[in-house]
């Protein structure tokens, strides 16, 4: 967190800066500072197969079954796969789901597209739903995201 801050306020100080020499020079260091970071951190560990298999099912369509029957079809009570899932991937088996949706409508998404159709196939249960969503993952609204270009995916 302090590593990833820091590069932040340098990524924004070297946005402003007007000299070209500085901006490379500092572009240059920003590289070398993530690659000392890449290549120092320990390898990720390894999820625990049910929680594997919780992302998988969500990921690949079954992200509409109650906990209880994907905590069942895990091989896990709901209580584990819950706390496990936060635990390890970092945030609540909901908002997983969420974030999983709004990204299948936003790489499905093209020019023209009717968004609502969209949301509701992919499994949002309103357009309020997904708008929440947008904002909370991609940090503006459905219509901001469209005058944008769309250029945002997760």
Do not use: K
């Not at 992302?55 to 690949?60: A, D, G, P, T, V």
């Amino acid at each position: 967190p302090a590593a990833a801050r820091r590069t932040a306020e340098l990524c924004a100080r070297l946005a402003d800066e007007p000299h070209a020499h500085r901006r490379n020079l500092g572009l240059a260091w920003l590289l070398a500072d993530a690659w000392r970071q890449g290549s120092s951190t320990e390898p990720a560990a390894r999820l625990p197969a049910q929680v594997e298999q919780a992302i998988r099912l969500i990921q690949h369509g079954s992200d509409d079954l109650p906990l209880a029957a994907l905590a069942t079809a895990c091989g896990v009570s709901p209580a584990w796969l819950s706390r496990s899932f936060a635990r390890h991937v970092g945030m609540p088996i909901t908002a997983f789901r969420a974030r999983t949706r709004l990204a299948r409508v936003l790489d499905g998404w093209r020019p023209g597209d009717n968004l609502l159709h969209l949301a509701l196939h992919a499994g949002f249960g309103s357009y309020n739903r997904f708008h929440a969503a947008c904002r909370r993952w991609v940090g503006c609204s459905p219509r901001a995201w469209i005058a944008a270009g769309g250029a945002a995916r997760l």
